[in-house]
């Protein structure tokens, strides 16, 4: 049976990334907005619920260990966006490799990934540096919750100020299919399209909950503590949507709108998600979340170096791939 419920979970996350996607294109056309914004901030932050569900409610309604509360709560906050920095880019490099080639050219807008990069890297750096402040020191830790708070405000006002200059550019939402609910007969305006994100959104947070279910269930047999558990599996589940979402639309030739997606989830859950792990766990530099953040973002840095010097191959998200399977090593040495 646990079996089957993981599978089936997995089904369901699929059918609900394609319905998301779907209506979310037909969103981002209506709203005139560019790729960037439909991507990095729509998607982003719709997608990544699930996975922010589970640290919240780890922290603030877990079970009567407050240890292992707090345990995979860091777990699931850190765990995020290193499954996002490395698993992600490197499936999706893996779902073009065929059509493009080991060499082939990626191609999402340089300026929106910069400067999603650029704000994950800041805010991300300070989480690294709040493991290191004591916890007498409550009140310089406030200060860095509340920078990192202010980083995520920011990154929305910036990315949503450059949308009328990239559609201009050409950079605009298209979608290239009709809604799918108009295949029911009803009519493609806002309302359906509403409906329809909203029926992909309750699905795709179903699944993740399915899939973490099994996955919890499965734990003890394998003898993982419930830190490890956190930060390797759940995000595994809870990042199924922005892998598959991109995977979708990098395979449709949509760049940007394939980054976006990755790239904004990182930067949500880079900013205000370790915000709320400094200020309520304890937030210690053990192995495991240390090496997990040291990861993440030399990954990052490394994406947006070769973004910024002659472009992002496919072959360059494989690095990204290397590096998870690294930190796998080293977490479970």
Same mark, same amino acid.
């Given at each position: 049976?646990?079996?089957? #419920? ?12 394609? =319905? ?5 294109? *037909? ?22 619920? /699930?996975?922010?569900? =589970? ?45 493009? %080639?080991?060499?082939? *050219?990626?191609?999402? #807008? ?60 050409? *950079?605009?939402?298209?979608?290239? #299919? ?5 295949? @029911?007969?009803? /009519? ?12 992909? @959104? ?10 973490? *279910? %099994? ?19 759940? /995000? ?5 949507? #922005? ?30 998600? /370790? ?10 530099? =053990? ?6 953040? =040291? ?39």
């Amino acid at each position: 049976m646990l079996v089957f #419920e993981i599978l089936g979970s997995l089904l369901l996350i699929l059918v609900a990334a394609e =319905v998301f996607v779907n209506a979310l294109e *037909h969103l981002g056309e209506k709203l005139k907005i560019s790729e960037g914004v439909t991507g990095s901030l729509f998607a982003a932050v719709g997608t990544a619920l /699930p996975e922010t569900l =589970v640290p919240l409610l780890a922290i603030f309604a877990g079970g009567a260990n407050t240890a292992v509360n707090e345990e995979i709560g860091v777990g699931a906050i850190l765990g995020a966006p290193l499954m996002l920095s490395t698993l992600s880019l490197f499936l999706m490099s893996l779902a073009v490799l065929k059509r493009r %080639g080991r060499q082939g *050219h990626l191609t999402p #807008e340089r300026s929106g990934l910069k400067r999603d990069l650029d704000f994950f890297l800041m805010a991300f750096s300070l989480s690294l540096v709040a493991m290191f402040i004591p916890h007498t020191q409550s009140w310089v830790r406030a200060v860095l919750a509340f920078i990192m708070v202010m980083i995520y405000f920011f990154y929305v006002m910036l990315t949503l100020k450059a949308s009328s200059k990239l559609v201009a550019n050409g *950079h605009a939402t298209e979608a290239n #299919e009709p809604i799918w609910f108009s295949r @029911l007969g009803l /009519p493609q305006n806002m309302t359906v399209i509403l409906v329809q994100l909203a029926l992909g @959104l309750v699905l795709l947070v179903a699944g993740a909950k399915g899939f973490i *279910h %099994g996955v919890e269930q499965a734990a003890p047999i394998l003898g993982i503590s419930a830190l490890v558990l956190s930060l390797m599996i759940v /995000p595994v589940a809870t990042e199924l949507p #922005e892998k598959v979402n991109s995977i979708l639309w990098i395979r449709k030739g949509k760049d940007t709108l394939a980054f976006g997606n990755i790239s904004g989830a990182m930067v949500f859950q880079g900013t205000l998600l /370790p915000a709320i792990g400094i200020s309520l766990t304890p937030w210690v530099p =053990v192995k495991e979340v240390l090496t997990g953040v =040291v990861v993440t973002l030399l990954a990052a840095i490394w994406l947006r170096w070769q973004l910024l010097h002659g472009g992002l191959r496919v072959w360059h998200l494989w690095l990204n791939g290397a590096l998870y399977v690294a930190y796998l090593a080293i977490a479970l040495s």
